[in-house]
């Protein structure tokens, strides 16, 4: 990265050319333009708390702040050193080569290649890319239902056809049943760990899917709660496979929300394509504190795993305290756990927490009586344990 790569150009022809071709009309242009193209930040089409325009988020002034599914607290200690070590190089874009060292933690605990994985500040920009570059008038979205809406909702802005599909019986995705939703798709989108009910969709379905959906169509897998689960992932299927995406983030486990890191792992054609937006700007220019606190922290093998444990402990202490109670709430690889308050309204159950200074976090429209609640510290969870004895009784 050097001053002279970094453009904030709009569209260039190619993109442009690109988007008529496939079906979108010239006055859709300057609108993806005005999202991707001056490298503003694609998530908030997706986090109504951010697009609501001026209301304030009410969670900063709860106690116990369980609703937004961030970890409960901030990076693990190497990454913290590194990226204060960082500060004072701030002046240069990029003092070490910070980005290939990124990547090559990423190859080292993955197992791909440089040219597949790039970097970008969270998931929530390239997984916008990744539908405007493979959606469009013509080729639909494919979508879970209850899942993350960020894919549905950019879908929707373009104008694509978005089919969201129920879940399976057990939580997973209906991969069977995405297909034949859509069977010609330009993307199905995949959340495993699911954001909102923490269940994970078997490898092997994920397979399976790849090997029948249409030349063309692509397979989008996100791994955001990956490191919550301790599971085997998809990335494989990314260098198998030239049309696979696996997107990863640092805001859940990692601790990182707020410091905006997470890659993309894919062939090296399809980040070419989903960087033309904005002449490769997300993924190059990272603020490199966030790049070196992610690169150590990717890399810390035992202190994922301990917080990990952290974490399935203090989601085992209050699924006991809700599962003596009788509540009904529904199984879960992740941080999150779901609710379901039958007779009650979640909108309102949130509310009631709200009162006690817990902040959970919402619903689903297919579920209007079931909350989503992270999993916080085991501290945090006690007093939600707490708060829910008071609401509840
Ligand atoms: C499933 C899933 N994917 C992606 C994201 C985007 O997160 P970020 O942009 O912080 O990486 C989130 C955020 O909550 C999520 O739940």
Redesign the pocket.
Same mark, same amino acid.
């Given at each position: 990265m050097t001053e002279d790569s970094i453009t904030t150009a709009p569209l260039g022809a190619e993109a442009q050319d690109d988007l008529l071709t496939r079906g979108f009309a010239r006055r859709d242009l300057a609108r993806i333009a005005a999202v991707f193209g001056v490298g503003a930040l694609a %998530?908030s089409v997706g986090r109504p708390a951010f697009a609501s325009g001026g209301v304030p988020d009410p969670a900063p002034t709860a106690k116990v702040r369980i609703g937004a599914?961030e970890c409960w607290t901030g990076p693990l200690a190497p990454g913290q050193k590194a990226a204060a070590a960082m500060i004072g190089m701030g002046n240069r874009y990029s003092p070490h080569d910070d980005r290939s060292d990124f990547i090559k933690a990423v190859m080292a605990v993955e197992a791909v290649p440089f040219d597949h994985v790039a970097p970008w500040p @969270? /998931? /929530?920009d390239p $997984?916008c890319r990744a539908v405007v570059t493979y959606c469009s008038p013509t080729k639909g979205l494919v979508t879970a239902d209850p899942t993350?809406e $960020?894919a549905g909702r950019t879908a929707a802005w373009l104008g694509a056809s978005v089919k969201a599909v129920p879940l399976t019986a057990e939580y997973t995705h209906d991969v069977k049943a995405m297909l034949a939703a859509n069977p010609d798709a330009g993307l199905y989108y995949i959340?495993t760990p699911n954001?909102p009910t923490g269940t994970i969709t078997p490898l092997a379905d994920i397979e399976w899917l790849i090997a029948n959906k249409p030349a063309g169509s692509m397979v989008l897998i996100?791994e %955001?709660?990956t490191h919550f689960a301790g599971v085997p992932v998809a990335s494989y299927l990314a260098v198998k496979h030239p049309d696979v995406i696996v997107m990863r983030?640092f /805001?859940k486990l990692f601790g990182m %929300?707020g410091l905006r890191m @997470?890659y993309v792992i894919t062939n090296p054609a399809n980040l070419t394509k989903m960087m033309r937006y904005d002449g490769g700007m997300q993924s190059g220019a990272l603020p490199v504190t966030s790049l070196a606190c992610a690169t150590a922290s990717l890399t810390a093998a035992p202190l994922i795993a301990a917080r990990r444990a952290e974490m399935q402990s203090a989601r085992g202490l209050t699924l006991d305290h809700l599962k003596a109670r009788g509540v009904t709430v529904f199984p879960t690889n992740a941080n999150m756990f779901m609710i379901d308050w039958k007779t009650k309204q979640a909108k309102d159950m949130q509310a009631a927490f709200r009162k006690q200074s817990v902040e959970i976090g919402r619903s689903w429209p297919i579920w209007p009586t079931v909350s989503r609640v992270t999993v916080g510290s085991s501290a945090e969870m006690k007093a939600f344990c707490t708060a829910f004895d008071k609401v509840v009784a």
């Open positions: %998530a599914n @969270g /998931s /929530s $997984l993350f $960020l959340c954001n996100d %955001a709660y983030t /805001s %929300a @997470g």
